[in-house]
Structures are given as C-alpha cells and as structure tokens.
C-alpha cells in the first residue's frame, strides 16, 4: 500500500475483524469493499460531510467530538453540489453559522 510504512501496515494486519463484522451483522451493513485509515494529529478539525458507505469509527487516543445529523437534515445543510471540489461537504460553518 503506498505510503503507508511498515510498522503501520504490520499493526493494521494484525487487527481483529471479529468486533467489526459482529456490528456489520447486528446493524445490517452491506460487504466490507474498502478499508480506509485516517490518522490525525492534535487539532484537525474535519468539515461537516455526509460519507456514501457506513463506517466504523475508532477512537485509538485522545479525544474527538463528533456531531451527527439525520438524513432529513440534509438539505438544511447546504451541500456544496456534485462534482465540485468539496461536494458532499457543508457549505454551512457548524461552529460560526
């Protein structure tokens, strides 16, 4: 996997599936057809975005708030329109509306 080093890869081969396919059956989630690991450093702030596949969200250290809105909240929130550089994002600034 490019730019993923070696201790990262070794540690992200070694993980447990059992919990996460346990809450794919319970919850009625599809196939697992992507893996994606996002890493971040103190601070980053992610824009409001809706994602098109349900995740599994772990929090490894530290802390992060999370603020979740229902489907019929979407339009509400004015995404940006498709094919634009920040589609499925927000254009409304959660914190400064």
Same mark, same amino acid.
């Given at each position: 996997?490019?730019?993923?080093?070696?201790?990262?890869?070794? &540690?992200? *081969?070694?993980?447990?599936?059992?919990? #996460?396919?346990?809450? @794919?059956? =319970?919850?009625? !989630? $599809? +196939?697992?057809?992507?893996?994606?690991?996002?890493?971040?450093?103190?601070?980053?702030?992610?824009?409001?975005?809706? &994602?098109? *596949?349900?995740?599994?969200?772990?929090? #490894?250290?530290?802390? @992060?708030? =999370?603020?979740? !809105? $229902? +489907?019929?909240?979407?339009?509400?929130?004015?995404?940006?329109?498709?094919?634009?550089?920040?589609?499925?994002?927000?254009?409304?600034?959660?914190?400064?509306?």
């Amino acid at each position: 996997v490019a730019g993923v080093g070696p201790v990262v890869m070794h &540690d992200f *081969q070694q993980w447990d599936w059992t919990r #996460v396919n346990t809450y @794919k059956e =319970v919850f009625g !989630f $599809g +196939p697992l057809t992507t893996n994606l690991l996002l890493v971040g450093q103190k601070g980053v702030v992610t824009p409001c975005h809706y &994602d098109e *596949q349900h995740n599994f969200f772990a929090q #490894v250290q530290g802390r @992060k708030r =999370v603020i979740l !809105f $229902g +489907p019929e909240n979407h339009g509400s929130l004015y995404p940006f329109p498709m094919h634009h550089p920040c589609d499925r994002q927000s254009q409304v600034k959660i914190f400064n509306p």
